[in-house]
């Protein structure tokens, strides 16, 4: 799969060598990182733009089980740090990293007129589609609590959403550092129950029963 499909205004496509220096490469890793994984991924993202600007991008690495992030949630490696938990998975599963919805240019800055409006799914949509068509065998994601604070803060996505496109959750659990980080922000307020406030999870999508075994 080669070509973008487009969402209203909105259109989708995978990130290629060529766009290397063209578009907003924040939490892909230095110097030839980017290039690397898309030699061996066949992409590093799925990007969207509305017409030829970039307007978001949903990153992904191939999952690595042992990877750890050294500091915690302010790491792109968090979303593939699920510690010991989940099951062994084949080589050819891929680890969605962080959604960044309303990136118009390099930095943390993110334009709110392009959130809200579904572009974080289309991401995600595109982004099954492309890599079930790749061949890949299973999917990893890092889910975040449900509300809108978190999910803007984070760059993620719920657990119902990824449920509701075949994944399973695993595990889930409270992450201390994401409840004190968001009252800190005064996004939510400082009574609010960390529990429900800052729960993250593990969701697996398996593509091909056979390749996995069962």
């Not at 709110?112 to 890949?136: A, M, N, T």
């Not at 299973?138 to 760059?155: L, Q």
């Amino acid at each position: 799969m080669t070509t973008g499909k487009t969402s209203g205004l909105i259109s989708y496509r995978p990130m290629t060598l060529e766009d290397i220096g063209r578009v907003p490469t924040d939490c892909q890793g230095a110097g030839e990182a980017a290039a690397a994984r898309i030699r061996d991924l066949g992409a590093a993202a799925i990007l969207a733009f509305e017409g030829e600007k970039h307007v978001g991008q949903l990153q992904f690495r191939r999952h690595r089980p042992d990877l750890r992030s050294t500091k915690g949630i302010f790491s792109p490696d968090y979303w593939g740090d699920f510690g010991n938990r989940g099951p062994a998975l084949p080589h050819a599963t891929l680890g969605i990293f962080c959604y960044h919805v309303g990136q118009v240019g390099e930095g943390p800055e993110r334009d709110p007129d392009y959130q809200g409006r579904g572009i974080g799914v289309g991401l995600l949509d595109y982004f099954l589609q492309w890599s079930e068509l790749s061949g890949f065998d299973a999917i990893v994601a890092k889910c975040v609590p449900p509300y809108r604070a978190a999910m803007r803060f984070m760059g993620g996505l719920p657990a119902d959403l990824y449920i509701d496109r075949g994944f399973k959750l695993i595990a889930s659990w409270t992450e201390p550092e994401l409840h004190k980080a968001l009252v800190t922000r005064e996004l939510i307020a400082a009574d609010s129950d960390p529990d429900s406030a800052a729960r993250v999870g593990m969701c697996v999508k398996r593509f091909s029963s056979a390749a996995l075994g069962n």
